[in-house]
């Protein structure tokens, strides 16, 4: 079956910085991935997401990028900000199978 | 509008009792999904309905978990005689489209705890 490997486990980073994180998979059949939002004690929220077709998606502050050849998508969060501070999953085999997630603290 | 709703919320069951959660989608929502979230982990898939259809069960754990969706719009995790290990919240996601294609939107999810 498919397998998402998501690093880091946990990032921190100063206020007004870049976070990334990156995620890799196995099924070279996957075209949809998605990121989710986690706030302690809330659903996953879904974030921003790529399709197989595109290498590139930007919504204000979040980017994703997606190297289908190399089987590796990256989260890209400018000019962080406390709100940011969260669990975050990438999500490949069309959405279903989750990596373990990456904990992003933003320090004040 | 109403999003996904679960209930319960909380459930706390002793070990071998059966228990069932429950998943409201987003109306009109073809698409239904259930998984198992462990704690500090992200959601493990478990299955996957189309309508009244289930599609896809492989990630179900064991013969013990059972889930079904009659009419194509509420949906049932069943759990028979329980065990420690299946502590963990149950998260269930609505989708518009296929599997795949769209965004899932999730449900608030039910922690269970097994004593």
């Known amino acids: 079956g498919e397998n998402v490997e998501q690093h880091p486990s946990t990032l921190s980073v100063q206020e007004g910085d870049s976070a990334v994180i990156k995620c890799t998979y196995s099924?070279?059949?996957?075209?949809?991935f998605p990121w989710y939002k986690q706030e302690l004690g809330k659903r996953p929220q879904l974030i921003i997401d790529?399709?197989?077709?595109?290498g590139e998606k930007k919504d204000q502050r979040i980017a994703v990028t997606l190297n289908k050849t190399a089987k590796h998508f990256s989260l890209h969060i400018t000019e962080t900000q406390p709100e940011d501070s969260a669990v975050y999953f990438c999500a490949a085999s069309d959405g279903l199978t989750f990596g373990k997630g990456t904990h992003l603290i933003i320090q004040p | 509008g109403a999003g996904v709703s679960q209930s319960p919320r909380y459930k706390v069951a002793k070990r071998g009792q059966d228990v069932a959660l429950r998943c409201d989608p987003i109306s009109g929502h073809v698409s239904l999904f259930w998984y198992q979230q462990a704690l500090g982990q992200g959601p493990e898939f478990l299955t996957y309905f189309q309508n009244e259809a289930q599609l896809d069960k492989s990630g179900l754990p064991s013969d013990r978990f059972f889930a079904e969706r009659p009419e194509g719009s509420v949906s049932t995790l069943k759990i028979q005689r329980t065990q420690q290990e299946d502590s963990a919240v149950y998260l269930c996601?609505?989708?518009?489209?296929?599997?795949?294609?769209?965004?899932?939107?999730f449900g608030p999810g039910t922690r269970l705890t097994v004593t």
């Open positions: 996601a609505s989708s518009l489209e296929l599997a795949g294609h769209y965004e899932q939107y």
């Open positions: 099924d070279s059949a996957s075209n949809y």
């Open positions: 790529i399709r197989s077709n595109v």
